[in-house]
């Protein structure tokens, strides 16, 4: 089982006529993951990869039945190309662009959740589910099936913690990229809630950093009777306050945005947290160790 | 992007709420140009918080002392900052002070209103009442009024305050505000409401759609410090800190992870510096170029985890960077990701190493930076 995605997604690549959306392509199909559909408004392209490509969302998913998409545009041009691709029927999107106006993000959450569809992003490499399929851009090498479910609010770093599980022989179920805007399609809260459903993850891995609040909904997870044992790594302890660290919501303004208080709220909570990012591999199994225990 | 105090009235005075009627100084001997009534407050224009606290906040009764007052406001750093203007206004009479903001709220995924019957400099005391709404145009007054009932019983002010709060939620969407703070609104004796103070912090994201918040990122730039600057311009996202290890990397949670490690090797990071917006030779190049200049940087890792960036790539323009580079500061690599095996045999090629890990790459700049 994973969550969001799995082998039999549909999946059409929105921009595919791009630079960045024939590599996507390519590097879904190879990753194993179908895809169906390419959409390129005012392109001349029939065909992309082998791909067959369309002038707009709404015939692509009737066409070929897609039910998943990826988007490839600018910030100007996302609010209506992900509200295009939402009306077509796609139930999960995911916008990895950096740079769209919270105000968009909210019209695109709000309007997601209308149409019973999940927004993954903006500003995140995606979601793959190892060995099913990916909707997404991330390294598919570094990643292999098992019972870890990753959610993580920075692309790069859930890259180089999959490669250093994977390495450790500690698989994953599903690895959510819910990116690091301050308004996200998908938050901590809501990708929590569907890792704790599905049955074959069986312990959380979070990956946070500085600023927002998306730390204390995982703390406040794990603070239920029922929680899955979960484990973190909070970055930016050697951030200076007061200044954006690349990400939107990357910013200590507040004593609760620092690193130091998230990792206590979450050790408080009973979380596994890393001490550094070489230590994530012990977090993981102090978690995994625990559902033993649980089990046993 | 945060406005000054009085950028920030104006906005608010422009979509109809009632401020105090100011005037804005750049030096102490203007202050005598004021035609208006005393007592005035004069208010240091600065970024940093807890400005009253710290004194930034003067009363003045009468003309004689107000250039002298003025005078030691702009001799002084406030968090850092030295003033570079001083905001005049009318000391405003009142029976009380309240909190009202509207501010984007993470967990609800929209804007929300924030409310405090007590405001003033210790409003962080107290949780505000918390009214989430969504986008701008989903404001409810009925839904806010249905919170305060319990809370503010004078029934006129109640609506007030709501008129206040909706005008507030207009504002953060017409200027793509991400936070409109009104800390204190002060209840006047005859029982309307006036805007003491203004924290507008707008979206940067959205300089694309409104000209004057990209005028003022870049005058922003301009401020910033020299190497800052011309990554900024680069399409490079950077962070200057006070360290020797210049840190060229890629993604920011990947980029904080290397600082932090850089940091428990007991050395400081020199720079966050994140190529991830423009990982092109160009990039590469001015991120060299950049921390090659900055005579405080002993040595250079570059740490990069490439998914949708493919390491190959960038593997052969770091070895085409270092066959033309003048400076003889010790780089290290660890490189991984997308095309890493095709990344490896460039590297070797070129005759540079490529750590298997970070642990070991920063035990290499570790020794480069001691022997340095």
Known sequence: MSVLIDASSRVAIYGIAGNFGRFSARDLVLSGTQVVAGVAPGRDSREVEGVPVFQDARTACSSTGANAAIVFVPAPAALDAVLEVIEAGCKVIVYPGDGLPVQDAIELRAAARRSGAVLIGPNTPGVISPGAAKLGFMPTSCYTPGPLGVISRSGSLSYEVAWRLTTAGLGQTTVIGIGGDPVKGLNAADAIELLHADAETQAIMYLGEIGGSDEYAVARYAQRANAKPTAALIVGAAAPPGKKMGHAAALVGSAADTQAAKVEALRNAGVHVAHNLPDVVRAAEDALRQCEAIIS | ?372
């Not at chain 2, 750049?26 to 400005?51: D, E, F, T």
């Not at chain 2, 390491?311 to 010790?330: C, G, H, N, T």
């Open chain 2, 1 to 372: 992007m945060l406005m000054t105090e009085h950028a920030g009235k104006r906005l608010l005075a422009c979509h109809g709420v009632s401020v105090p009627s100011g005037a804005l100084i750049r030096k102490s001997p203007q202050v005598q140009k004021w035609k208006g009534r005393y007592p005035i407050a004069l208010k240091v224009q600065v970024a940093a918080g807890g400005r009253g606290k710290a004194g930034g906040v003067v009363r003045v009764d009468d003309a004689e002392g107000a250039e002298a007052s003025a005078r030691d406001l702009f001799a002084r750093d406030f968090g850092g900052e030295r003033p570079e203007s001083v905001l005049i206004e009318p000391w405003v009479e009142h029976t009380r002070e309240l909190y009202l903001a509207v501010t984007i709220d993470g967990e609800s995924g929209g804007y929300v209103v924030l409310y405090a019957p007590a405001g003033g400099v210790d409003v962080e005391h107290h949780a505000p009442h918390k009214y989430a709404f969504g986008s701008a145009r989903d404001f409810r007054a009925h839904e806010l009024r249905a919170l305060l009932g319990p809370v503010e019983q004078d029934r006129a002010l109640r609506e007030r305050i709501i008129a206040l709060a909706r005008r507030l939620a207009f504002i953060a969407g017409v200027a793509d505000a991400l936070t409109v703070e009104i800390n204190p609104v002060a209840v006047l004796p005859d029982g309307k409401l006036l805007a003491l103070d203004a924290k507008i912090v707008r979206d940067e994201s959205a300089a694309f759609r409104q000209a004057d918040l990209a005028q003022e990122i870049e005058r922003a730039r301009k401020r910033e410090p020299r190497m800052v600057q011309r990554a900024l311009a680069g399409n490079l996202m950077m962070v200057g800190l006070d360290g020797d290890v210049g840190l060229i990397s890629g993604g920011a949670g990947m980029t904080m992870a290397g600082m932090d490690m850089i940091a428990d090797a007991g050395l400081v990071p020199a720079c966050f510096l994140d190529c991830s917006s423009n990982p092109t030779p160009t990039g590469y190049q001015l991120a060299f170029d950049v921390l090659d200049s900055e005579p405080h940087v002993k040595a250079i890792l570059v740490s990069i985890f490439g998914g949708g960036t493919q390491i190959d790539r960038v593997a052969r323009v770091m070895s085409e960077i270092m066959s033309q580079r003048k400076s003889r500061k010790p780089v290290v690599f660890r490189m991984n990701g997308t095309g890493a095996e095709k990344a490896d045999v460039a590297m070797r090629e070129a005759g540079l190493y490529n750590h298997p890990t970070l642990e070991s790459a920063i035990d290499a700049v570790v020794t480069a930076v001691r022997t340095a």
